[in-house]
């Protein structure tokens, strides 16, 4: 499973939102955008390495294979974005 995380860690790809909170976006293996797994939101304040998961609709089924394959990591707190309880997250260290 080791070499499954670290092929699909490769696959995402981080920048910055307008705000400076961190986005997140996945790859599919031929380098083209396949989602983006991150929300902004102004009036929430996070740590430079933390982003709020969308893992709701499109994102629900790919969502689950990150946080169960460890790539991404739940803090245990939550932001409500609309009508739906949003995660705050981490991307996994490669250790």
Same mark, same amino acid.
């Given at each position: 499973?080791?070499?499954?995380?670290?092929?699909?860690? &490769? !696959?995402?790809?981080?920048? &910055?939102?307008?705000? +400076?909170?961190?986005? @997140?976006?996945? &790859? $599919?293996?031929? +380098?083209?955008?396949?989602?983006?797994?991150?929300?902004? $939101?102004?009036? @929430?304040?996070?740590?430079? $390495?933390?982003?709020?998961?969308?893992?709701?609709?499109? !994102?629900?089924?790919? @969502?689950?294979?990150?946080?169960?394959?460890?790539?991404? !990591?739940?803090?245990? &707190?939550? @932001?409500?974005? +609309?009508?739906?309880? *949003?995660?705050? *997250?981490?991307?996994?260290?490669?250790?």
């Amino acid at each position: 499973m080791m070499q499954n995380q670290i092929e699909i860690k &490769r !696959n995402l790809k981080n920048n &910055r939102y307008l705000n +400076g909170q961190l986005a @997140v976006f996945i &790859r $599919d293996i031929s +380098g083209e955008p396949l989602a983006e797994l991150s929300i902004m $939101d102004d009036s @929430v304040e996070l740590d430079w $390495d933390e982003f709020i998961l969308k893992d709701y609709s499109e !994102n629900e089924e790919l @969502v689950n294979h990150l946080i169960n394959s460890k790539v991404i !990591n739940s803090i245990n &707190r939550f @932001v409500l974005i +609309g009508s739906h309880l *949003c995660p705050i *997250c981490q991307i996994a260290s490669e250790s």
